[in-house]
Structures are given as structure tokens and as C-alpha cells.
């Protein structure tokens, strides 16, 4: 009786969070994800990078869910209650007092979550989860207990559009990447006739892509701390190195990202933080399941062949490294990947372009007044223009794909 009343009790204390949480979210922005997802899915599995909102897309769903104010109930694992009580007894006893949606924020923060998960899968048909992990997770290759069973969706920090849309307070589409090569003269004169995109793409490099840009503190700070928040628990606690490795760790973030983008040289890695070529090449893994990088291979290559290239993940972390970077053409190859990467399989190009993207479709990079060579299948994204013609697409506009 006491273990029941206790749970009945705790319920009802996360009822009282789940409501002031939502009654006091600020949700700037609809996240294109939201209607990504297939809702008629039972078990939803939302991954991301730490400070890409995953928490607060959580408790939009929740402040969307159109049921009565008890089927719904968002939680943090990182609570003490699941120290000593059982997620299944919880959602047992959520779901004999009718509910019907389960937010599990935190997953990662509970042993043996993937088993629990899919007890309660099988064990209450009528009710959904939706669940919150790290992007360094692999949510169906390491859990078999969720084989077949998950829908894994990815969060990714604010695209350019949506960067806009909560600068502006204006409502902007998304458009597929076949729209913005075949169209990119009406879309760009469609944009540019409500705003003036290229006096906000700069603010956007430096700090448009994680959502705590919005908040009042300091930006910077946040990014720090955000980044070694990935480093000390989404990489070194999750993937299981020992704590004494850190330092190495951040000391090859650093020298990577001084360097990027640019070519591997393991060897020199590896004497620069005293490990194995081997350790190298897994570390790196770890910061690009992180999205602290992004990889770039040669076509029909991938990991853990040596990548052609090294971006990091987003333009933002550039300036973790170096608050005055300047460098324009790191910053829009960098920028010109990350859009592309979302929706795309994005391999190194030849010598007349920088990307090839699905095996088929070249784009290359132009800056400034830069003349462009005359290649009939190449496209050109550009920086600086509001508007293009032929071949020769704004750089921006390509921040439109999500």
C-alpha cells in the first residue's frame, strides 16, 4: 500500500511540474520536425545535439496535445524519484489513471531504459511515448529491444529560416532542394520582397543555430558551456571513456577546429594529444555522433575509412574557438554543408566543385566577386546576392531547406 500511495503521490507532483512547465513555455517558432513525425507511431524517439531544444519540443508537443490535461505528462529522468522507483511501475500507474501520452525526457539518465521502454510498449497498447535521447545514441543499431518497434527522428539547431522567422516575426516555407535549384529566382524575390535576408545571415553565423540565442544571457558563455557539457557526458559518459581522457578530448576539439575545415592528418593528431591513430579516429567518431563535426568522404566511403574533409557541425562553434574569426569562405562552405546535410547525402566533390550531393547534383561555392567558371551541370551557391540567375543561387537561400 505505502509503495502505491508513494507512486500515486509523486504523480501527482509531476502533474504540477508538467503544467507549470507548459503554462510558462516560451515555444518561438513551430519546429518544421513537428509535422515530420508520424504521430500514429507508439513509440517516438527524438535524438539531438545538447542545446538544440529537445526539452522544449517536448513540452510543445505536450502544449499541443489536444486531450484532457491528465492523458498527457511530460517528465525528466534526471528526477531522484526513478533512483528508487521503476519507469514501468510509473507509466503503469499513468496508464490505469488514464493516460495516453507519455513524455519521457532524459532517457539516457535511467539504467536499462531501452528494456523498461519496451516493456511498456507491449504492455500497454493504448498508450504512446515519445522520448528524448542524445545524438551520440544509437537508439535501434545498440538497442535490440527497440528493433522495429522505434521511430527515430532527428532535432537539429535552428536553420536560417527558422533563425528568421524569430528575428522577423514573419512565417516562412520550407522548400525541397530540387525548388531551390530549378526556382530560386521566384523564391529569393518572394523572401526578399518582405525582408532583407543578408542583414541578419551574419548574426546567424555567429549565433543562430542553437535556440538559448533567444535567451538573455550571455551567448557565448552558453555555447562554452554547452560544448563541454557534449565532451563530458555525451561523449565521455555515454560512450564509456574514462573521465582521465577528457583533457585529450578537448584538446582535439580544439586542434580540429583551429584547423577546420581541412584534411586528417591522424598521424600528427596523435602525437599532438599522445594516443593511438586508432583512439583518434573513434574520438573523432564521438565528435561527429556529437555534432560537434561533420565528416566529409569521397563517394561509396564512409567511416571508419580516414574522411576527405572536416567541417565543424555548425558556423556557431567557430566562435567557441576564436571569438573574432572572420574567415568567410570556412564559415560559408561550413554553413553550405550543415543546411544540406539534414535531408542529403553530401559527398566531397571533384576538382570543379566543392560538394556532390546524392550522387548526382554538383554544387560549388562563390564568393564575393569572384567570376564563376561556365559549367553547364554545376550550381553555384553565392554569398553576398539577393537574388540569383541561372546557375548562380544565393547562399542563403539554401538555409530555406528546413
Request: with cysteine.
Amino acid at each position: 500500500m505505502y509503495r502505491f500511495n508513494k507512486i500515486a503521490t509523486m504523480l501527482e507532483a509531476f502533474y504540477r511540474t508538467h503544467k507549470h512547465l507548459v503554462e510558462n513555455l516560451h515555444y518561438p517558432i513551430k519546429r518544421l520536425l513537428m509535422q515530420e513525425i508520424d504521430w500514429n507511431s507508439r513509440l517516438i524517439g527524438i535524438k539531438g545535439s545538447r542545446g538544440v531544444g529537445k526539452t522544449t519540443f517536448l513540452l510543445a508537443i505536450a502544449k499541443a496535445f489536444t486531450g484532457t490535461e491528465r492523458e498527457c505528462l511530460y517528465i525528466n529522468l534526471n528526477n531522484f524519484y526513478f533512483t528508487q522507483r521503476s519507469l514501468f511501475d510509473f507509466a503503469d500507474e499513468f496508464y490505469k489513471k488514464g493516460g495516453k501520452l507519455l513524455l519521457i525526457d532524459q532517457v539516457f539518465k535511467y539504467p536499462e531504459w531501452s528494456i523498461e521502454l519496451r516493456q511498456i510498449y507491449d504492455t500497454f497498447p493504448e498508450l504512446k511515448i515519445v522520448f528524448t535521447g542524445s545524438s551520440v545514441m544509437r537508439l535501434k543499431e545498440e538497442n535490440a529491444d527497440l528493433s522495429g518497434k522505434v521511430d527515430v527522428y532527428n532535432l537539429r539547431g535552428f536553420s536560417f529560416r527558422e533563425f528568421l522567422m524569430i528575428k522577423t516575426g514573419l512565417e516562412f516555407e520550407a522548400y525541397p532542394l530540387d525548388e531551390i535549384l530549378n526556382h530560386h529566382s521566384k523564391l529569393s524575390k518572394r523572401i526578399t520582397e518582405q525582408i532583407k535576408p543578408l542583414a541578419y545571415f551574419q548574426d546567424y553565423m555567429h549565433h543562430g543555430y542553437y535556440p538559448f540565442f533567444t535567451e538573455q544571457d550571455n551567448y557565448s558563455e552558453n555555447l562554452l558551456k554547452t560544448i563541454n557539457l557534449m565532451l563530458e557526458i555525451d561523449v565521455t559518459y555515454l560512450k564509456q571513456i574514462e573521465l582521465k581522457y577528457l583533457p585529450k578530448l578537448r584538446s582535439l576539439f580544439y586542434i580540429l577546429g583551429a584547423e577546420t575545415p581541412g584534411s586528417l592528418n591522424v598521424s600528427k593528431l596523435s602525437a599532438n594529444i599522445q594516443t593511438s591513430r586508432a583512439t583518434v579516429m573513434n574520438y573523432i567518431k564521438y565528435l561527429k555522433d556529437a555534432r560537434l563535426f561533420n565528416l566529409l568522404y569521397s563517394e561509396g566511403e564512409d567511416f571508419p575509412k580516414k574522411p576527405a574533409k572536416i567541417y565543424l557541425h555548425n558556423t556557431n562553434l567557430y566562435y567557441s574557438i576564436d571569438r573574432d574569426y572572420n574567415k568567410q569562405q570556412p564559415l560559408c562552405e561550413t554553413f553550405l554543408y550543415n543546411m544540406l546535410h539534414k535531408n542529403h547525402k553530401v559527398n566531397i566533390g571533384t576538382s570543379r566543385n566543392l560538394f556532390l550531393v546524392d550522387k548526382k547534383i554538383n554544387i560549388d561555392l562563390k564568393l564575393g566577386s569572384k567570376k564563376s567558371p561556365k559549367i553547364a551541370d554545376v550550381y553555384y551557391a553565392t554569398d553576398m546576392i539577393e537574388n540569383g540567375s541561372g546557375l548562380s543561387i544565393p547562399l542563403w537561400l539554401f538555409g530555406f531547406l528546413y
